[in-house]
C-alpha cells in the first residue's frame, strides 16, 4: 500500500488589505527549508484577529490536517489573537496528529 505523503501547509492571515504577506512567506519558506518540510502550499486570508477562528480559513485548514502534515505561521499572532485560543486551535481536532515545528523568534529569522 503506497505511503501518504505528507503536507506542508503556510498559514498567512493579515487583518487589512493594506497589510502584505511576503515576508511571512519568506519566514515560513525559511523554516520549512531547516526542518526539510519540502513544498509549502500557502492558504492566505484577510480576516480580523477578532473574527473567531472557528468562522475563518484556518478552521477549513485544521479540518483537512492528517497525519505527518505541519502547519507553518510566521507568528503566533498570525494563528489567534490570544495564547488562549493558540492552545484551543492547537488541541483542536485533526491538528493533534499533525506537527507544528518550533518557530523561531523574528529576530531569528534571516
Known sequence: M??????TIGYLRV????????N???????LAH???LG?????????SGK????TRQIADVLH???KGDALIVSELSRLGRSMLECMEIRLSGNFRSAQLPDFPSKQGVS
Open 64 to 66: 483537512t490536517l492528517t
Open 39 to 47: 513544498q509549502v502550499r500557502f492558504i492566505e486570508e484577510k480576516a
Open 51 to 54: 473574527t473567531p477562528w472557528r
Open 2 to 7: 503506497p505511503r501518504k505523503r505528507s503536507h
Open 15 to 22: 487583518s487589512t488589505s493594506h497589510q502584505d504577506t511576503t
Open 34 to 36: 531547516q526542518h526539510a
Open 24 to 30: 511571512n512567506q519568506a519566514d515560513i519558506l525559511v
